[in-house]
Each structure stands twice: as C-alpha cells, then as structure tokens.
C-alpha cells in the first residue's frame, strides 16, 4: 500500500522550491501547510503536555497550582486589544521567574566566566609554548579591543583618549574580522545541509524506506 | 582598441547584471550530481571531532547520558549528522540515555533519530533510554529545575506512564547521577552554559556552523567541553564511527566541493568585476 | 483612574517583584524558604506557559478568519485551507494517538518536516545571489570581512586542504583565536547590557513586558 504521505511531502518541498522560479499560488499553498502544521503540532504537544503538567493536580491533589492553570488561560486576553492588561498578570509571574533566573544565569557564565577565562589566559601566556603564548596573547588584545567598541557612557579624553580612539577603531576591525570568520563558516552550514536532507529523505521516501 | 574596450565592458557589466535563475540552476546542478554520482572527496578529522569521539569511547559503563536541546527541525538537520553518529557510537555502550526535549521540534526528532539509528532495537525503552514529556516555558525556567530534581519538573515521560515507574528513574533524580550532557538542538549552548554547567557536568555540543565560532568563548572558559562544527563536524564523526544509516554529513561534504568554488568563483568574479567597472567610470 | 492605576500597572509589578526577588535571592543566599519558593514559583511558570501554546492556535484563526473576511482573491481560499488544515491536523493528531503514534510520526516528517526542510534549503539558492552581488570588497571594512570570511570558508570545504594542509587547522586557530575573542567581547558586553535591562524593569524606567492598560 501506497504511503500517500510520502507523494505530498515530496510536493511540498518540489513547491517551495518553486519560489526560486516565480513566486505563485503553488509556493503559497507549501507555506500555509508549513504555517498550519507548526500550529497545529504545537497545540497536539500542548494537549499531551497538560495531561503532564495537570498530573499533580490530578493524580498528586496538589490543588495549589489550580491558581497557575486559571491564571494562564488570561494569557488568551492578549488577542483582545480593550482586555490585554488581564494579560499582564501571567506574564508578570513569567517574567519575574525568568528575568531573576537569566540575570543569576548571564552574570555567572557569561559575564564572570568569560572575564575568568580571559584572565586565565592571561596567565597561561608565561611559560607555555610559543605558539600558545602567541594565541592567549592575541585572543586578550583583540577582546579587549573589542570590548572598547562597546563601550556607549563616557567617552574618555586627553591622552587617553587618543589611547581608547585607536582601540576603539582597532576593536571594529576586530569585530569584523571576528563576525567575518563566522559567516564564513556558516556558508557551508545550515542552508546546504537542509537542502541535501530534503533531497536525501525524498530520495529515500521514493527508494521506500520512509 | 575603443571597440575592444568597448566590448570588455560590456562583458563585465553583462556578469554582474546575470539573472539569479541561471545562478541558481547551476547550483542545484553542482548540488545534485555528487548525489548521482559521488566522488568521496576526502576530509581530515578536526581536533575538536576526535575529542568528543575519544571522550565518549571513554565513558564508563552504567553513564547516564542527557540528550537535551532546542531547535526547530529544518535546522536540527544540520547537527543531525554528529547527533546520529553520537547515537552510533553508544549504541553498543553500557550508557542509559534521557531525552529531555527543549522544544516541541526536538520532541520528535531525537525520537526519530534514535529510530533510524536503530538504537531503540538495541536498547530497552523505560531502563536504557527514556523520552520524557517536553515541558513549557523555556530552558531558563526548565533547566534549573531539572538540575536539582528532575522528578520535581518532569511527571510522566511522553507516552504518559509515571516516571516513578521507569526502571531508569529509580537511580537518576539530579545533576548528581548526571554523567553527560549532550546538545543536539544546535544552539542551547548558552542556556546549558548557564544552567548545566555550574554543576560539573561535561557538556558536549552538536552545534550549527553559524554558532560554532559564537559559543567557542564556553569551550575557553571551560564551561562546555567540545563542538562539532556544523555538518562538517558531523561528516567527520561519522567517519570516525563508520557508516550510519542518515550518513548525511558525508553526502553534504561531496556537494559542498563543487558548490563552495562555484561561491568562490562568483565572489571573485564579483569583486574584479566592480574594481574594473569602477576603472572605466573614472577613465569616461 | 486611580484604581485603574493599581491594577492595571502597579499590581502587575507587585507581582513580577514577589516572582523576581526570592528567585535571584535564592541563588545567593541558601536560605530553605528561598528553596521551596522558587521550586513552586518554577512549577507555576510552567502551568502558565502551557497556555502560551494555545495562543497561537487563537491569534492564528482570528488572523485567517479576517483574510476569509475581507474576500481578497486567491486570499480568502488560502484563509479557508490554513485554517481547516490546522484543526484537521490537530484532530488527526489527537485521534491517532498523538506524539509517539507512527501515522502521527509519518506525517509530522513527511509534511511539516519536508515543508520546513524546503523553505530553509532556499538559503542555499540565495547565499549563492548574496555571495555574487553583496559580497564585495568596497572599502576597508568590507575587505577585512571577506577576507576573514574565505579562511573557514576555505578551510571546512575539503579541497581547501588540498591545497594546503594546514589550511583546516588555521581555519580552527582563527575560529578558536579571533572569533573567539571577539564573540566574547560580545557576550560579556551582552550579559551586562541584559543586567542594565533588568535594572532598568525593576526600577521601572522600561515596562518590559507588562502590558499597559
């Protein structure tokens, strides 16, 4: 028996890419499938995640966070633009939870972690192998040239100045160079993988591996 | 000499007015025919591959491994390759394996990846390996909480059974019996950095080509172990495993020959073309 | 107008400072209240970002049912579609045994997943029109940019340690050395501009997101 999923699947890609000729109804109808099938995926994972997430009401009694499950459904009022500030409360819980949880987060790994770790290869520069040296040496100029670039409070003046001028310039320099290599790698990356996966599963779905 | 200056010109200015069908026709041709007829191009194997190759040879037996990330599917595929040359590698390993999705895409696909890998044939469901429901709200208000009391979070595992049922829970409650965390999601590296990592936990990141340079400052601080990069990363690992059933990364770095000099090739042509039209509009 | 005031702005953020202060103060001080505050705290945020899922589902059919509405051609048939695919997706969903059901497996890959597997794969197609008309050297800044883009470019490709063997290992010391470096300054300038955000939240210069009335 004919799997009719695979013949619609293999439409759907063979429509998008039609975009690359004109853009038409048939591209149309692949994005409104893709749109309706992430929202309707969304909603089947929310409907078996609240059999999850209503188990300690439902099994454990824990009937407290009865108070949560009504206060998330004033979420909804969002869509109604004279009702949206019932969303406020919701969201505010939300908020705080997660601010409080980023900011504790940020502060420790990306913020002292990162200061620790240049200051250790700071310290790695005496006594290791040359080229060792060379890169922790580098690696502390160009973030410290960079760092300058964002630095939007005071400007420094006099000698300074003319100091933190050519760091500042150095450091856009080096940011380039940095976000450069990055793009440079993700030429390869995501657009081409994608696209030897699609035509690799469509290959596969035809041979009938599914 | 006008008429040929004249005509050198117009060839110049004719490339960079080429229409963008023509572009893309040849690069789906210079993408296809390696399918049809692929050329095997060799690769070496990174520095950063072979660690977490090694790493992974070298986790005792009775690990108890995390497979936790977010990502949206289309994108998962780029870190599919290393992800199901990971699932390869242990597969024969005494490691039981927790999914914990991040987001509702990885939900199905790690599921789906454990199936074409065939690692579910291999391994019991419920005492080797378990998939557990995803949970709302994003890894900043998920991940702390399954650190310290992963029952807490998580009540029931995706088909609804208990996890106080699950033979694998009766030992893993907590950071503690966490032996490592693996990211296939491609860009949870920050959230992990921040939540896994302050608890000791080795992290390993399957992590897309476009964050690879982004998240090395975690690698240099010590707070993820190592990164494949992108689905060169992945054609790597899965050289180092042999054959996988996705081998998805090995296709994509024989198409990857011919279209990155096709890319080189224009940006060149590109370049030279605007320094010679800029030569001729100074000259007039 | 003064008990619109309080609750539509100020017990809001009332609320937002009883959910932030004991979760930030737990991670700092070990206090057993702190503890069991934030764990419920945390199972509270979950139970309300359960109902975010559905929102979608909402937002999205009062969307279409306006397109249906305003009966612009070709548009209000699309309207029709989207909004019978979704509930038809959601009821085959719910039908078949949802998520680790194989009819419900086969058609999550089959179409959402090949669906979005295409749109992305367009990215091939048009970095190949970027890389032809967008990547030029104009000045200085541009040049530093290619140039420093070729290096990975070159190095992860395989022909590129054909040309030198080195080149894959010099493309993991820039990756690993200026990039790097550079992605740390941002991310040590991004953690204290999110701290600066929070600060400003808290002392309410920004409303962030709570919704005014």
């Excluded at chain 1, 000729?21 to 409907?47: C, D, M, N, Q, Y």
């Excluded at chain 2, 591959?49 to 037996?61: A, G």
């Excluded at chain 2, 990211?183 to 992290?203: E, F, H, M, W």
């Excluded at chain 2, 090995?250 to 073309?273: C, E, F, K, P, R």
Aim: proline share 4%; aromatic share 14%.
């Amino acid at each position: 028996m004919i799997n009719i999923w695979i013949p619609i699947g293999i439409a759907i890609a063979i429509a998008t890419w039609s975009f690359l000729i004109k853009e038409s109804p048939l591209f149309r109808w692949a994005e409104r499938t893709f749109i309706s099938a992430a929202i309707g995926h969304t909603v089947v994972v929310g409907v078996y995640t609240l059999r999850d997430r209503y188990y300690p009401i439902t099994v454990q009694g824990q009937y407290l966070l009865l108070i949560p499950a009504a206060l998330g459904y004033l979420y909804l009022f969002v869509l109604w633009r004279r009702g949206r500030w019932v969303a406020s409360y919701p969201i505010a819980i939300t908020m705080g939870v997660g601010l409080a949880t980023q900011v504790r987060g940020t502060i420790d790994a990306d913020f002292l972690g990162q200061t620790l770790g240049l200051i250790r290869e700071g310290g790695r520069i005496v006594g290791s192998p040359p080229q060792t040296a060379f890169t922790n040496a580098l690696t502390i100029i160009v973030t410290l040239f960079s760092l300058s670039y964002f630095l939007f409070t005071v400007r420094p003046k006099g000698a300074f100045g003319s100091v933190y001028d050519g760091m500042y310039k150095l450091g856009q320099y080096c940011l380039l160079a940095s976000l450069g290599a990055m793009a440079g790698n993700y030429i390869l990356g995501t657009g081409l993988a994608v696209t030897m996966a699609t035509i690799i599963r469509i290959i596969f779905s035809l041979q009938g591996y599914g | 000499m006008k008429k040929e200056e004249g005509a050198s010109v117009s060839i110049w200015s004719k490339a960079q007015s080429v229409r963008a069908e023509w572009l893309w026709l040849v690069t789906l041709v210079l993408i296809i025919v390696p399918l049809a007829v692929p050329p095997h191009v060799p690769f070496t194997v990174n520095q950063s591959t072979l660690r977490i190759y090694e790493y992974v040879k070298k986790l005792p037996d009775g690990s108890v491994i995390v497979s936790g990330g977010s990502g949206q599917w289309a994108f998962i595929y780029e870190t599919s390759a290393a992800f199901m040359a990971f699932l390869t590698q242990i597969k024969n390993k005494d490691v039981k394996l927790i999914i914990f999705p991040l987001s509702t895409d990885s939900l199905m696909f790690e599921p789906w990846a454990v199936k074409v890998t065939g690692f579910d044939k291999v391994k019991e469901y419920g005492k080797d390996w378990v998939v557990l429901n995803y949970v709302p709200g994003g890894a900043d208000i998920t991940l702390p909480a399954f650190m310290t009391n992963i029952r807490g979070l998580c009540r029931t595992d995706v088909y609804g059974r208990p996890l106080d049922e699950l033979p694998i829970f009766k030992t893993v409650n907590s950071y503690k019996d966490i032996t490592l965390w693996v990211d296939c999601g491609a860009n949870s590296i920050p959230s992990l950095a921040r939540y896994v990592a302050p608890y000791k936990v080795p992290i390993l990141g399957f992590v897309h080509s476009a964050y690879y340079g982004m998240f090395q400052p975690y690698i240099a601080a010590g707070q993820v172990y190592e990164m494949t990069n992108g689905i060169r990363g992945g054609g790597e690992y899965e050289k180092l495993v042999g054959y996988t059933p996705w081998n998805l990364g090995t296709v994509t770095m024989d198409s990857y020959q011919l279209y990155s000099i096709y890319i080189l090739a224009l940006v060149i042509i590109a370049n030279i073309g605007t320094q010679m039209l800029k030569k001729e509009e100074k000259k007039q | 107008m003064v008990s619109k005031v309080l609750y539509r702005t100020i017990l809001p953020y009332v609320i937002f400072m009883i959910c932030f202060v004991p979760v930030l103060s737990n991670y700092y001080f070990d206090v057993p209240i702190l503890r069991s505050v934030e764990t419920e705290l945390r199972n509270w945020s979950t139970l309300i970002g359960l109902t975010a899922m559905f929102l979608g589902l909402a937002n999205i059919t009062i969307y279409y049912y306006r397109e249906i509405k305003r009966r612009k051609h070709l548009e209000w048939q699309f309207g029709v579609y989207s909004i019978a695919l979704t509930y038809a997706w959601i009821i085959y969903g719910l039908s078949q045994g949802g998520l680790t059901s194989p009819a419900y497996n086969e058609i999550y890959v089959f179409v959402k997943g090949h669906s979005e597997a295409a749109q992305i794969g367009l990215l091939t197609f048009f970095f190949v029109t970027a890389a032809f008309r967008t990547f030029r050297a104009k000045n200085m800044q541009a040049l530093v940019l290619l140039i420093f883009a070729f290096i990975p470019f070159i190095g992860v490709a395989p022909w590129g340690e054909q040309i030198w063997s080195g080149w894959p290992a010099f493309s993991e010391w820039i990756l690993g050395g200026i990039t790097m470096a550079g992605s740390r300054a941002i991310l040590i300038a991004a953690s204290v501009g999110l701290v600066a955000m929070v600060v400003r939240i808290v002392l309410r210069y920004e409303k962030g997101g709570l919704i005014r009335g």
